[in-house]
């Protein structure tokens, strides 16, 4: 009887079982199917949200042919060029580093004054001899015969010539050798350094546009295509003569669509499709600075910038407070570190004392005679390398001793000189183009935006000479008449920063300051490259508190 009982409970028990299996298989295909309908929803609303991009302010619908074909990116994403990290900016003391040196004269460090910088790009690392090669070996590529251009881009490699010291191997191969690939490049000026960030900008541009084919991609301009034969029709077109330039490409005198070029909703190229006379698959046109694809120019940070960036006191902040000061770009009074795994070892590149450049063979302490890999030692808190030591690095800066006593308290910066772009031709707006097939640049005529009548006054290319606004450079030396007489500031003084492997460590902190005339280059000055964020400064906002405020509802005409 128990038997009997045991074996109709099991039976039960199967049934029962069977049935919540099969519920549980019925409720699953009904979740999946639940899910994929939400999902069919949000596309269908999300693709609706795309078209129905509209005007809060007119209530015209965005990227429409027949509105006007007035186009917006409302997917814009910003980010780095390459080898960039993000800068969240904000406020700091200038200067609020400084220590009190015996000996040491105040005119090595900035004015004391609390100042703000805006979020920004900068470089990991700095720019080493394979950057510098490759820059080099471009300029041979594109303009063989052009032996003036190569040559004014080559480092002066005799920078490390001293008389009583034996530098020749240096001199020989320090710029080409791969046992020095990767140490930064020296014995550029601050001109040359200027002339590569120019040079990065078109490159990066170009290599985003060409590899997003929005224009010709490099394997179709070079025939290398599949089955070896070019693939876009437009990889036959006149290309314009000389290297590619970012103003001009902007400016529409590059005459380059690739397969994923930007559709035209413009009027004109809308009746030209429909005439028959456009494009097959509709109407194309240039990337526009509108559309969010082409990176801002790279440029030397400014003084401010590289100072703030060097303190890093990010990781010394809670909730607005700083917690503690730096003296140097990682934490302590010390110049060693104090973990346990690394206990003793020397945080930066620079000579303890006048003869003591590396430390004591069989314990090299820095490790390094000369200069180390760019990549070297630990980052500080923004996480860029050799932030102090290794090489100064060249800012933008124009030179004065007192420039930040009155300096503005945002962005602070010396050496603005407003340029404007030489048009060629006023009717189409075409821009004149020097040998390099860059824009040639002019003085500002104004320091503010002109009424038409005053742009097309015959007086007004008369008055360029006499301008005041366009060269700040020199801004207040009226005050002291002796910069440029008696002293060699003047508005080619250019500051430099960080110390160096020939420096010792008070030259480490990033309140120090020196300057060099901008043509001149020695072996212990290098550089790295900034770029300008845009947008909001806040980079990390996630798990902080934030505002909420409602979207507005699009305006629909056809309900009013």
């Given amino acids: 009887m128990i038997l009997l009982n045991y074996f109709v409970a099991s039976i039960f028990f199967c049934v029962i079982l069977k049935v919540r299996i099969a519920q549980c298989a019925i409720m699953e295909k009904t979740y999946l199917y639940s899910f994929a309908f939400l999902l069919s929803v949000s596309s269908i609303v999300s693709c609706t949200s795309k078209k129905s991009a509209t005007s809060e302010k007119t209530g015209l619908a965005y990227n429409r042919p027949e509105n006007g074909g007035f186009q917006v990116n409302n997917k814009f994403k910003r980010g780095p060029g390459p080898g960039l990290v993000e800068i969240e900016g904000g406020v700091f003391v200038m200067s609020g580093s400084a220590t009190n040196v015996p000996g040491q004269e105040l005119k090595d460090y900035n004015h004391k004054r609390e100042t703000t910088v805006s979020s920004f790009y900068m470089d990991e690392t700095e720019v080493s001899n394979t950057n510098w090669l490759e820059y080099l070996n471009w300029i041979r590529k594109v303009d063989p015969t052009n032996y003036e251009y190569y040559y004014n881009e080559l480092p002066d490699t005799l920078v490390w010539r001293r008389p009583l010291s034996y530098n020749e191997p240096y001199v020989d191969n320090y710029l080409r050798h791969p046992a020095y690939q990767d140490y930064p490049v020296v014995g550029v000026s601050w001109e040359q350094a200027q002339r590569y960030c120019e040079w990065r900008t078109d490159i990066v541009n170009e290599s985003l546009l060409r590899e997003q084919n929005y224009m010709t991609s490099y394997k179709d301009l070079n025939g290398t295509g599949k089955n070896g034969k070019k693939t876009n029709a437009a990889a036959t077109a006149a290309k314009p003569t000389g290297p590619f330039n970012t103003d001009l490409y902007l400016n529409g005198q590059y005459d380059d669509k690739g397969t994923k070029a930007m559709k035209d909703f413009s009027p004109a190229a809308t009746a030209a499709n429909a005439n028959g006379k456009g494009q097959k698959g509709g109407a194309t046109r240039n990337v526009r600075l509108e559309d969010g694809i082409i990176k801002q120019p790279y440029r030397l940070p400014t003084e401010a910038e590289w100072e703030y960036a060097a303190l890093g006191l990010i990781g010394n902040t809670n909730y607005e407070n700083i917690s503690s000061n730096k003296i140097y770009p990682w934490d302590g009074l010390g110049i060693s570190s104090a973990k346990n795994k690394t206990r003793g070892l020397i945080l930066a590149n620079f000579k303890r004392t006048k003869g003591d450049y590396m430390g004591v063979g069989g314990t090299l302490n820095d490790k390094g005679s000369i200069t180390v890999p760019v990549r070297s030692y630990v980052p500080n808190d923004f996480g860029l390398y050799n932030m102090a030591g290794n090489v100064n690095e060249w800012v933008a800066d124009v030179y004065r001793s007192n420039t930040f006593a009155d300096a503005d308290a945002l962005n602070p910066y010396r050496g603005n000189y407003y340029q404007d772009k030489k048009v060629a031709d006023p009717l189409t707006g075409r821009l004149e183009k020097d040998a390099y097939n860059r824009p040639i640049m002019t003085a500002a005529v104004s320091g503010k935006k002109q009424t038409w009548a005053e742009k097309q ?55 120090t300051r020196r300057f060099l005339p901008q043509d001149e280059s020695t072996a212990d000055i290098g550089f790295r490259c900034a770029m300008t964020m845009l947008g909001a400064s806040e980079i990390h906002s996630v798990g902080k508190p934030q505002f909420k405020p409602k979207q507005q509802k699009p305006f629909n005409a056809k309900k009013k």
């Fill in 457 to 511: 006054a015959a007086t007004a290319k008369a008055d360029t000479v006499k301008n005041s606004y366009a060269d700040q450079r020199g801004f207040r030396d009226e005050e002291n008449k002796l910069y440029g007489e008696i002293t060699l500031v003047n508005n080619k003084s250019r500051v430099y920063k960080g110390g160096s492997w020939d420096d010792q460590a008070l030259w480490l902190n990033p309140a």
